[in-house]
């Protein structure tokens, strides 16, 4: 199937403010793009690229005072499967985990695993080791957390998700790598498109979606604790430790976001 997927950000700005935009779809889905998904901002300003320490596309720019638009628009091709699922995926030892996986076992700024590792213990120790455990902790945390976007707040972190028991998708999937992490699961922090394909109406507005990805029996399995079921067409646009390595837009500087429109829609197969 195709889909087609974008963005549309209104903000103001008093003043020239850098900003660094994270809004183009991850290289893993690259070749998957049928029509480019440059950024176009309106004014035109100069925009320039670097690629960050996870493998992101990042994006500079110098926001002119005033009003501007931020956008990208773009179609991809996606298999249509749901995600994958796979029981007999088993836990990995720490002295057998590739190094690279090793960072995503650590404790960061919203994934603050260190506190919540006695819990961890407590509620899934009995947990069969491997998907079974990630999987209990994904049915604990859709659970415990209610959602809403009237709860969002940039700065909780998963401990207080959890005392809190509200809040969005980037706080289920905050909690749930926090205690992958405190079980010694390498987990990672995921943010892209996800539309309502192959979901009955009547739809929520776009937006962007968080989801983990935890390492289990050698290779990177998708979950996704907010929405609790396999779903059909993920794009990727960033990975991360966790939501503060893979905002959508960073600015430096006062500015007022005016608007903000998501869109991820079936347009087609082939």
């Known amino acids: 199937m195709k889909l087609s997927i974008g963005s549309e950000l209104r903000y103001t700005f008093p003043q020239p403010t850098p900003a660094i935009l994270m ?19 309106s004014p035109s300003v100069p925009i320039s690229g670097y690629r960050d320490g996870f493998g992101n596309w ?22 249509g499967d749901p995600d994958v699922v796979v029981p007999a995926a088993g836990q ?29 213990w407590q509620l899934f120790g009995h947990a069969t080791p491997g998907w079974g455990r990630v999987q209990a902790i994904c049915d604990f945390v859709h659970e415990r957390i209610t959602f809403g976007y009237e709860h969002a707040r940039a700065t909780r972190t998963a401990s207080e998700a959890y005392q809190e028991s509200r809040g969005v998708c980037r706080d289920y999937a905050h909690l749930a790598v926090a205690f992958c992490r405190a079980l010694n699961i390498p987990a990672r922090y995921c943010t892209g498109y996800l539309g309502d394909v ?21 290779r990177w399995y998708t979950f996704d604790p907010r929405n609790h079921i396999p779903r059909i067409g993920r794009v990727l646009i960033a990975r991360g430790r966790d939501a503060a390595d ?4 960073t600015t430096f500087g006062p500015n007022t976001l005016d608007s903000f429109r998501v869109w991820t829609d079936e347009i087609g197969t082939g």
């Open 246 to 249: 893979v905002a959508m837009i």
């Open 58 to 79: 990042c994006s500079r720019i110098v926001a002119p005072a005033g009003t501007v638009t931020i956008s990208t628009d773009a179609v991809v091709s996606d298999t």
């Open 92 to 120: 990995v030892p720490v002295e057998e985990l590739p190094e690279e996986t090793l960072v995503f076992l650590m404790a960061s700024r919203f994934c603050d695993s260190d506190r919540l590792l006695d819990l961890a």
């Open 23 to 41: 809004l183009n779809v991850h290289y893993t889905r690259v070749s998957d793009l049928v029509s480019p998904d440059h950024i176009v901002v």
């Open 198 to 218: 192959g979901m009955q109406p009547p739809y929520p507005p776009g937006d962007f979606a968080a989801w983990f990805e935890a390492y289990l029996g050698g």
